[in-house]
C-alpha cells in the first residue's frame, strides 16, 4: 500500500528565508508526486509534479522539489518566503492504475511573519 | 472554461437529513472524485468513478452513494447525515490515460451536520 508523510503539520518562516516543507513517500512501484497549495477557503491548486522525467521539478510561484528515491522524499523548497506563500500544503503519491487515485499526506500549514 | 464546479458552496443539515453534493466539470475528464477534508487529517477518498456508469468505493464510502449517469456531472450523495459527516468535500477530476496533470479539483463544499 502507497502512503504519504509530511513532517511538521506547522511550519513558520520570516518572510525571506528559505522554505522547507518535507515529504516522505512509500510505494511499491514508482510513484508519481505532488504538491499542492491550499488558500484559505479555496479549493486545491497544483504547484508541481513529479513524472519519472528529470528528478529536479520547478513549480509555480518559485518552489521546487527533488525527487530522492534513495530517501524516499520530495521535499518542497522556495529561495525566500512571500507573505502571499501563506498556505497549506499537501504531498499526494499516485499510482497509475485502478482509477489513478491520489493518496495524501496530512497537509503542512506554512505561515510567513514580516 | 469553468473546470469543476462544486455546488452548493456551504450547507448546514440536521441529524438524519439527505442532501446531494453536486459536481460537474466540462473538460471531458473521464476520472473524477470525491474527497473528504478534515483537519489535521488530510483528504481521504470516498468514492471515485473511471467513467459513465462505472463507480468504486475509496477509503471512507460508508454513509455515503454516487451515480455517473453522464461525464460531466458526478453527484455524492449522503441519505442520513450524521454529525461524523461534518466536513469540507471536495471534487476533483482527470484524464484518464494522464496521471502526470494530476487532478483539477473544485472549490469546495463546506458542510456541517447539527
Known amino acids: 500500500a502507497q502512503s504519504v508523510t509530511q513532517l511538521g503539520s506547522h511550519v513558520s518562516v520570516s518572510e525571506g528565508a528559505l522554505v522547507l516543507l518535507r515529504c516522505n513517500y512509500s510505494s511499491s512501484v514508482p510513484p508519481y508526486l505532488f504538491w499542492y497549495v491550499q488558500y484559505p477557503n479555496q479549493g486545491l491548486q497544483l504547484l508541481l509534479k513529479y513524472t519519472s522525467a528529470a528528478t529536479l521539478v520547478k513549480g509555480i510561484n518559485g518552489f521546487e522539489a527533488e525527487f530522492k528515491k534513495s530517501e524516499t522524499s520530495f521535499h518542497l523548497t522556495k529561495p525566500s518566503a512571500h507573505m502571499s506563500d501563506a498556505a497549506e500544503y499537501f504531498c499526494a503519491l499516485g499510482i497509475t492504475g485502478g482509477g489513478n487515485k491520489l493518496t495524501f499526506g496530512t497537509g503542512t500549514q506554512l505561515k510567513v511573519e514580516l | 472554461n469553468a473546470g469543476v464546479t462544486q455546488t452548493p458552496k456551504f450547507r448546514i443539515l440536521k441529524i438524519g437529513q439527505s442532501m446531494t453534493l453536486q459536481c460537474a466539470q466540462d473538460?471531458?475528464?473521464?476520472?473524477m472524485y470525491w474527497y473528504r477534508q478534515d483537519p489535521g487529517m488530510g483528504l481521504k477518498l470516498i468514492y471515485y468513478?473511471?467513467?459513465?456508469?462505472?463507480?468504486d468505493k475509496g477509503e471512507v464510502p460508508n454513509g455515503y452513494n454516487v451515480s455517473r449517469s453522464t461525464t460531466e456531472d458526478f453527484p455524492l450523495r449522503l441519505e442520513l447525515a450524521a454529525p461524523s459527516q461534518t466536513s469540507v468535500y471536495f471534487c476533483?477530476?482527470?484524464?484518464?490515460?494522464?496521471?502526470?496533470?494530476?487532478?483539477?479539483f473544485g472549490s469546495g463544499t463546506r458542510l456541517t451536520v447539527v
Open positions: 476533483a477530476s482527470s484524464y484518464s490515460t494522464a496521471l502526470e496533470g494530476g487532478y483539477t
Open positions: 473538460m471531458n475528464h473521464n476520472y
Open positions: 468513478s473511471v467513467g459513465a456508469g462505472i463507480t
